[in-house]
C-alpha cells in the first residue's frame, strides 16, 4: 500500500481548506466521497490532509497504474483495497462499476476517496454506477479566508448587518493595489502561497497541461489552438450575459462546436454560469445566464494583463473585479457544501442586479461596483423585485469603501475585504 507523506500542521506551506470538515462528515455517511475541481486547487493535499494515514494512496498519474486500472481493474482492486484514496480517477472511469460493487458489498462508509478534474463520461459513469453510493463535492482555489488563516470562520454570505460587521471585525481592508494583486495573481494554491513563483510561467504551464492532458486527452477535441482561441475568448467575456453566437463568431467556430466547448469549461471546473431569477422555474431556465471566469489570475492571464496595475486600469477592471467577488461568495457556500443559491436579475428595460441569494424563500440582492463612493441611487433596482411578491432581505453594495456604511434603511455599502 502506497502513502504519501503529509505536511505536519505547524508546516507554513500547507493552508487550512475550509471543506476539510465537509469531506470527514461526509465520509461518515456515504461509502464514496468525489472531490472535483478544476486542475491545481488543491483536491489532493485536500484529502490526503483530511485522511491523515487512515487511507491508502494511489495516483492514476503514474502510467504503470493507470494501465492496470484500465487494463484489469478488478487486479487493480484487489492490490489497492480500500479504504483508499483513488486520485485523478478521470483518467480511469472503468473503475466505477467495480467501486459499486465493493461498496455494494461491504454496505460501509468510508471506503473511497476519489479526486477528478471531471469530463463528461466520468461524471455520467459516477451517476450511473455510484448513484446513492457517492458524495460529490466541488472545490475552487483558496478562498481570501483561507489565505487569511481563517478557514473555520469561512460561511455562507448573507448581506444582513450582524452579518457584516461580523466579517469586518474579523477580516481586515483591502487597499485597491492589494487587492488587484490579489485578483491577477489568482487563487491556485501554487501561485497564491508563494509570491516568488513566476506568474506567467505558471499559468503558461497550467494552460499547456489543461489543453494537452484535460482536452485533448479526456474531452477529445482535435484543435488545440482552436480552443485555446476559445478559452481566451471566453475569458475576455467574464462577468456578461452569455451570447454563444457572438462568442462562436469571435472565437472562429461553429456555434455548436462553441456551445460543446463552454460545457467542457462548466464541466472542468474553470467557468460558473449564474442563471437569472424568475419565480417560475421554466421560464429561468430558458433565459440567458451570466458567464464567470472561476480563476481570475487565469483570466487575467489568458486576456494578456501584465501587471496588476495595467488591469485596475484597463477595459475589464470592473469585470474582473465583479468575477472575483462572486467567485468569493461562491466558495462560501460549495467549500462549505452548499449548493449556492445564487441568480442574477435583468428584465426588458435594463434593470439589473447583479447577485440575488435566495435562501429560506427570501431574496438578498447585492450589487458589486469598483467605486469607493457607493451613493443611494445603486440600489434604486433593488425595488422591482417587490412585483414577485417574495420577501426581500436586507441587501447592499459590494465594493471599495474601507468600513460598512448605510445607504438605505435596507441597504449597505460594505467592504470587498468583508468577504
Known amino acids: 500500500m502506497q502513502y504519501k507523506c503529509i505536511l505536519d500542521d505547524k508546516s507554513p506551506v500547507y493552508i487550512h481548506r475550509t471543506l476539510e470538515n465537509f469531506v470527514k462528515k461526509a465520509a461518515l455517511q456515504f461509502p464514496v466521497v468525489l472531490v472535483t475541481g478544476a486542475r491545481q486547487v488543491g483536491k489532493t493535499t485536500l484529502l490526503q490532509r483530511a485522511a491523515g494515514e487512515q487511507l491508502g494512496y494511489v495516483t492514476l498519474d503514474d502510467p504503470l497504474v493507470l494501465g492496470l486500472a484500465r487494463d484489469d481493474p478488478a487486479l487493480f482492486m484487489q492490490r489497492f483495497p480500500p479504504p483508499v484514496l483513488i486520485d485523478e480517477i478521470q483518467y480511469a472511469p472503468q473503475l466505477l462499476p467495480y467501486i459499486k ?21 466520468l461524471m455520467q459513469g459516477v451517476s450511473e454506477s455510484l448513484a446513492g453510493r457517492v458524495a460529490v463535492i466541488q472545490l475552487l482555489g483558496l478562498s481570501r479566508r483561507e489565505l487569511m488563516r ?25 487597499r485597491l493595489r492589494e487587492l488587484y494583486q490579489l485578483i491577477w495573481r489568482g487563487s491556485f494554491p501554487a501561485i497564491a502561497l508563494d509570491d516568488g513563483m513566476d506568474r506567467d510561467l505558471f499559468y503558461r504551464s497550467y494552460v499547456q497541461t489543461y489543453l494537452q492532458r484535460d482536452i485533448r486527452d479526456l474531452a477529445r477535441v482535435g484543435n488545440e489552438m482552436a480552443f485555446l482561441r476559445f478559452l481566451r ?19 472562429d467556430v461553429a456555434p455548436n462546436t462553441a456551445k460543446s466547448w463552454l460545457s467542457i469549461l462548466q464541466s472542468s471546473g474553470l467557468v460558473y454560469l449564474l442563471e437569472p431569477y424568475h419565480t417560475n422555474i421554466a421560464k429561468r431556465l430558458v433565459k440567458t445566464p451570466k458567464l464567470y471566469f472561476l480563476d481570475t489570475g487565469l483570466c487575467a492571464y489568458l486576456t494578456e494583463w501584465s501587471s496588476p496595475e495595467t488591469l485596475e486600469a484597463g477595459a475589464m477592471a470592473g469585470a474582473v473585479l465583479e468575477t472575483w467577488m462572486m467567485t468569493e461568495l461562491l466558495k462560501g457556500y460549495w467549500h462549505n457544501g452548499l449548493a449556492a443559491p445564487f441568480y442574477y436579475y435583468r428584465d ?3 434593470r439589473e442586479i447583479d447577485l440575488l441569494i435566495l435562501k429560506d424563500g427570501v431574496l438578498y440582492p447585492l450589487e458589486f461596483k469598483k467605486s469607493a463612493s457607493p451613493r443611494k441611487e445603486m440600489v434604486r433596482h433593488f425595488q422591482v423585485l417587490e412585483k414577485f411578491n417574495v420577501p426581500i432581505g436586507p441587501g447592499g453594495v459590494v465594493c471599495l469603501v474601507e468600513q460598512a456604511l448605510p445607504l438605505t434603511d435596507r441597504a449597505q455599502a460594505m467592504p470587498a475585504g468583508c468577504l
Open 348 to 350: 426588458k428595460d435594463q
Open 233 to 251: 475568448t471566453v475569458a475576455a467575456r467574464t462577468g456578461q450575459l452569455l451570447n454563444l453566437a457572438e462568442l462562436a463568431r469571435d472565437a
Open 150 to 174: 481563517q478557514a473555520e470562520e469561512s460561511r455562507p454570505f448573507l448581506p444582513t448587518p450582524e452579518e457584516i460587521n461580523a466579517r469586518c471585525a474579523s477580516g481586515r481592508s483591502l
Open 101 to 121: 460493487m465493493a461498496v455494494d458489498e461491504t454496505r460501509k462508509p468510508n471506503q473511497f476517496w476519489l479526486t477528478g478534474s471531471p469530463p463528461f463520461h
